[in-house]
């Protein structure tokens, strides 16, 4: 039997998946807990006096080494199987998820004097402290009339690759200027198993503006933000930008001691967790959207041909599936919004409940929200607790809620917020039709696709479309393990394709979600209410929200 093994990087924590080549059985997995999670707070000790501001959101690039070093030996332990027949490994990670390094790749955290600095380490993904560089990336590409500014929905994130970068060199030149390489985690990981440094075309495109046709932006941008930015790309970063899909290299003698893999086994270009799943849920072509649900919801679609789309966190081709132009959208918070109103809202009475019928408080409020009809409640909300990441690409709105009256309980509460995220998901899907991308039918996976029957249900509802819920419950390591057989080859035992690999390894969808027809009507009048608040508060008409930003950071 031949195996490979996909390496999943998330917000909390790392996994291994070993998959059967063979028929795509997931043999077992191994989940390693960051020691320092994510760092939003303060520093880790000794350096826990350094207090973070709001909208940070940093890693330890060591907590992503020890999940490597615990999860791949464990795998092989379970299971017994055969370090030989491990013919190909994949990683991928969230995304943009950028650490600065020397020139060897040693992170300039692990440098003493630079321990206790901030910009030092990891930028996670959802780091937002950075939105006054993207206001300038914005600004300044608008101005100049950047020809790739509309392949990002006309407006950049402050969670991407360059409002990082510019962040560390407003606030801590000193460690830009230490920084030989700026790099995505993906590919930091991927030359820690190789020992080779390599850039992988879906981070690059997605989050750092790079395309196959043009290559990165020219550096009299970069120089029109800072003078000493001119340069980023050629000191900080590499033009030498390579498909995902292909072979990286081979796992280094120091990186097979670490996971008991064999030297020279095939490591595929890293990856992003969002992207790598398409494949994994059967999605190889046109027509299908896949949404990556849990804490945010990422929505990937395919298409033969290049559409500019309205807020879409980009479109690249060969970004997700080799062949297409791969389209990207997202909302910045899902489940992080449910487990919020969970932990600070829900009253005690609801997690007595919980507790007294060996349930989960979500699955209470999911339950008595089941009850209402569509409407009942009288609220509506936006789903802007974490900004929205699209259409409007703007980190700094907040969340809305309409309607509340003192007869207003918990579970009308709960299921507007799962709504809202519902209205959000069919916004985007709009706008991707508008502009000639198809959307007929939706694949979820991720946490909430596999426990919130709800949602999904109030999704297939709004949006009118039938929503299907992969086979896999981990289909960012099932994807990257894909793709790690897919830089083995046939002639080890792996694939020539990704959509080879998908036709034998992916399995059918294990349930689907259909649009309720007697829901429509009330849906639709709710969702043009829902637009005119996004418009109203999103577009200009009122700026409350930035307002109440700049107060809440007078008073600290």
């Known amino acids: 039997m031949r195996y490979a093994i996909g390496l999943d990087f998330g917000t909390e924590s790392g996994r291994a998946l070993l998959v059967d080549l063979a028929a795509g059985a997931e043999i077992a997995t191994a989940i390693h807990e960051y020691a320092n999670g994510v760092i939003d707070r303060r520093l880790p000790a000794p350096h826990d006096d350094v207090v973070l501001e709001p909208d940070w959101a940093l890693q330890d ?10 999860t791949v030996p464990g ?5 017994g199987v055969d370090p030989a027949d491990v013919i190909g490994i ?3 990670f969230t995304s943009c998820t950028m650490l600065p390094t020397t020139a060897d790749g040693t992170p300039l955290s692990r440098i003493p004097e630079l321990r206790g600095e901030p910009h030092a380490l990891v930028k996670l993904w959802k780091h937002h402290a950075a939105q006054p560089e993207a206001d300038r990336i914005n600004a300044a590409a608008m101005a100049r009339d950047e020809p790739w500014l509309p392949r990002y929905g006309g407006r950049t994130s402050s969670e991407w690759f360059f409002a990082k970068a510019l962040q560390v060199l407003d606030e801590a030149p000193g460690v830009y200027r230490a920084a030989d390489r700026l790099i995505e985690g993906a590919d930091w990981l991927v030359w820690q198993l190789t020992g080779l440094e390599t850039r992988n075309s879906c981070t690059a495109g997605y989050k750092a503006l790079w ?3 043009d290559g990165f932006p020219d550096a009299a ?7 000493e930015f001119a340069a980023v790309v050629d000191d900080k970063m590499s033009r030498d930008v390579r498909s995902i899909g292909e072979r990286a290299s081979e796992l280094t003698a120091e990186a097979a001691a670490w996971t008991g893999l064999r030297p020279g086994t095939p490591v595929a270009m890293g990856n992003v967790d969002a992207h790598v799943s398409v494949p994994a849920t059967g999605v190889t072509e046109p027509g299908t959207m896949v949404a990556v649900m849990g804490t945010s919801t990422c929505h990937m679609a395919l298409s033969s041909h290049l559409a500019l789309a309205e807020g879409m966190a980009g479109v690249v081709e060969d970004g997700i599936i080799p062949g297409f132009f791969g389209y990207e959208a997202g909302q910045a918070a899902v489940g992080d919004i449910f487990a919020w109103f969970v932990r600070q809202a829900a009253p005690t009475e609801v997690h007595e409940r919980a507790r007294r019928t060996n349930r989960t408080a979500h699955e209470v409020l999911q339950e008595e929200a089941a009850r209402l009809r569509p409407g009942e409640s009288g609220l509506l909300a936006l789903d ?4 929205n990441r699209s259409i409007l690409v703007d980190a700094e709105l907040s969340g809305v809620l309409v309607g509340a009256t003192l007869a207003t309980g918990p579970a009308d509460i709960y299921r507007a917020l799962l709504e809202a995220t519902a209205f959000g998901a069919r916004t985007i899907i709009e706008s991707l039709e508008a502009s000639g991308v198809p959307v007929e039918r939706i694949v979820a996976c991720g946490g909430l696709a596999e426990r919130n029957a709800l949602l999904l249900q109030l999704s297939a509802d709004i949006t009118g479309r039938e929503f299907t819920v992969a086979a896999s419950t981990q289909t960012a390591a099932l994807g990257a393990a894909m793709y790690g057989a897919v830089a083995a080859g046939s002639d080890a035992g792996g694939y020539d394709s990704i959509s080879d690999a998908a036709a034998t390894m992916v399995r059918p969808a294990v349930r689907t979600y259909r649009p309720d027809p007697s829901a429509e009507a009330v849906y639709d009048a709710l969702h043009a209410e829902y637009m005119a608040l996004h418009d109203h508060f999103g577009r200009g008409g009122n700026d409350v929200m930035r307002r109440l930003r700049a107060l809440r950071a007078g008073a600290s």
């Not at 802007?384 to 900004?387: A, K, L, Q």
């Open 61 to 70: 690039p060591d907590d992503y080494i020890a999940a490597l070093r615990a």
């Open 75 to 79: 795998l092989l332990r379970e299971t």
């Open 90 to 92: 994949g990683v991928d």
């Open 211 to 213: 395309s196959k046709a």
């Open 221 to 227: 941008f970069f120089g029109s933000l800072d003078p």
């Open 384 to 387: 802007w607790w974490n900004g």
